[in-house]
């Protein structure tokens, strides 16, 4: 089977990472990975339209529940979020963009240069820090291994 090299364009985006044996959803006869958008979706987009606790997912930081964790967020909370404009999004023809976890996001640091990864970006994880969950997990591109955690109405940048 063909696998994508880190840094290429593939499938509307920019290969950001390939599942390595070990990873969740690793399978050595199908490659899987990450790809990240080649554009921010947003500069101003707040995590959900209030503070409260939507989602309740404690775990969702590791790599593998961005899907779940976007998709959770959109069932409590579908007003303009950033869950919503990154499965919005289309990049490629592709629809299948979603809202990344805490460790999904820091994988996209190896190719900060390409794809213009800078700033201030919502993940999908709630932060577990937080009782009840009243706050949401960002990452900062000059800290990438920190957790930050702010209010859910809170606008910072995005990117899926």
Known sequence: AYTPAVGESYRGGIVAYVLQSGDPGY???TPHGIIAATV???TSTGWAS??????QLNNGTALGTGLANTNRIIAADAINNAAVSATAYNGGGY????????????????????INFSGFYW???????????THAVYVRTD??????????KYSTSTYY
Do not use: F, V
């Open 27 to 29: 399978e050595a006869s």
């Open 40 to 42: 921010d979706q947003s």
């Open 50 to 55: 209030t503070n409260a606790t939507l989602t």
């Open 95 to 114: 629809t299948d963009w979603y809202l990344p976890s805490q460790e999904e996001i820091r994988k996209l640091y190896g190719i900060r240069s390409i």
């Open 123 to 133: 993940t999908s994880s709630e932060a577990i820090s937080s009782s009840p969950l």
């Open 143 to 152: 800290a990438i291994n920190s957790n930050y955690d702010i209010g859910k």
